[in-house]
């Protein structure tokens, strides 16, 4: 067999994919993919966004979570289904147990915000018990998997199934039907790889010739590494600030699929995730979440190359806990240069912060001022940061800095000690 069979045979069937789209009538929403005047003009191309964050449970999860469920004889769901989530998949799953009327326990890290634990309560009312137990999704995936076992239960896997694959390509199916252009490019999100090898099958059989760009959060860059290493690895640390899509390990029948149908894997930072959440919201008023908005916030990276192009972004979730707005303004902060901490050495005598005023630009502020060290007569360190009016402004305040003989360290490129006091 060719190389070429070899691919197709490993890739989800069209007519797989059509039947997971007649099980989910009724149950998820036929989302609107959307012309964006203004991305379409800041890029030059015709920018589509496939509104995954205006699906019934705020992302796309629902399809994948009751595709399989609807797939299964009911005899074999009879003992109830079990899951393991702290975010969408559990919403999904929690309301195709009200919807289908299955007994289902969800297990989530202790650590799970209130926000989404009342989420999942509320999609599944009396047919979810949630289990919160253990300080990490490792360990609350242990104990679903010990209760599935024990109790015969369906486990109902996030993305490493076939039929919850299927669930997430009907997101590909209603884009080619909405879409009134020839698709050039899709940008989707990836984690575990659910929806990219799902959409990514679907688009390859029936739209080989669109290129699909599979984008990962750079602190949590799995899939990635997994292509380049020919073969599923685990990430020693994560940075889980993308939470939608923030995985040590991808699946194992998604990484097959993903490598034959995701044409580029890149990662963005973050903080550029950041920027373009707090973007979305003001230019837009568009509520995403880190991982909705890593489809978009790719698109500075491709900026030649999707000139007079169509293009499609995938907005995978807007399940964006309130609670983070700040977090999210500082990582964007600093990724955008305009937020700077220091450790500066202040002498124990009047005027001394008058002193240190001087030497900031017009319209910089201070806007963290902590004495780290409280009982040393002639100096007393501080941790002080600075928000900037302009990226430009850094170098010239270090330069008055140096000329005042402030004493000083910075922080930003130290993230030993970043981490330790900010």
Do not use: W
């Not at 299964?72 to 147990?97: D, R, T, W, Y």
């Amino acid at each position: 067999m060719s190389s070429a069979a070899n691919k197709s045979s490993s890739l989800l069937s069209v007519e797989s994919v059509y039947q997971a789209s007649v099980r989910l009538k009724g149950v998820a929403h036929h989302t609107p993919l959307m012309s964006n005047y203004n991305l379409s003009e800041e890029y030059g191309c015709n920018l589509f966004l496939k509104r995954e964050d205006l699906q019934i449970v705020r992302s796309y999860k629902i399809r994948g979570a009751y595709n399989k469920m609807a797939s299964m004889p009911a005899e074999e769901l009879k003992a109830g289904i079990v899951c393991a989530s702290a975010g969408n998949h559990a919403q999904g799953v929690a309301f195709a147990c009200q919807k289908m009327g299955i007994e289902g326990t969800i297990y989530m890290p202790s650590t799970t915000p209130k926000q989404k634990v009342d989420k999942v309560r509320l999609f599944g009312k009396d047919k979810v018990k949630i289990v919160l137990e253990g300080d990490t999704f490792d360990v609350s995936y242990d104990l679903a998997m010990q209760d599935a076992t024990q109790h015969k239960k369906v486990f109902v896997h996030p993305f490493n199934d076939p039929k919850v694959m299927e669930g997430q390509a009907t997101v590909g199916l209603e884009i080619l039907q909405d879409c009134p252009e020839e698709i050039d490019i899709v940008f989707v999100a990836i984690g575990g790889g659910g929806l990219a090898s799902g959409l990514g099958s679907y688009f390859k059989k029936l739209s080989p010739r669109t290129r699909i760009i599979g984008v990962e959060p750079a602190g949590a860059a799995a899939m990635k590494a997994a292509v380049e290493a020919g073969q599923v690895v685990t990430l020693d640390h994560i940075d889980p600030f993308v939470d939608g899509a923030a995985v040590r390990r991808v699946g194992d029948h998604s990484f097959e699929i993903c490598r034959n149908v995701v044409d580029e894997f890149i990662t963005v930072p973050e903080g550029k995730v950041c920027s373009t959440i707090l973007k979305l919201y003001n230019e837009e008023a568009i509520v995403v979440e880190p991982a909705g908005a890593l489809t978009i916030a790719a698109l500075d990276l491709f900026k030649k190359q999707i000139k007079g192009l169509n293009v499609v972004c995938v907005v995978s979730g807007g399940n964006n806990d309130i609670t983070r707005t700040e977090e999210i303004k500082e990582r964007s902060l600093l990724f955008e240069g305009l937020k700077h901490y220091f450790i500066i050495r202040f002498p124990q005598r009047a005027g001394a912060l008058r002193e240190f005023l001087n030497v900031l630009g017009e319209g910089d502020d201070i806007t963290h001022f902590e004495y780290i060290k409280k009982n040393n007569r002639e100096a007393g360190p501080a941790l002080v940061g600075i928000e900037l009016k302009q990226k430009s402004n850094y170098n010239s305040l270090l330069q008055r800095m140096q000329d005042q003989r402030i004493q000083f360290q910075t922080l930003n490129d130290n993230p030993m000690l970043f981490d330790l006091l900010v």
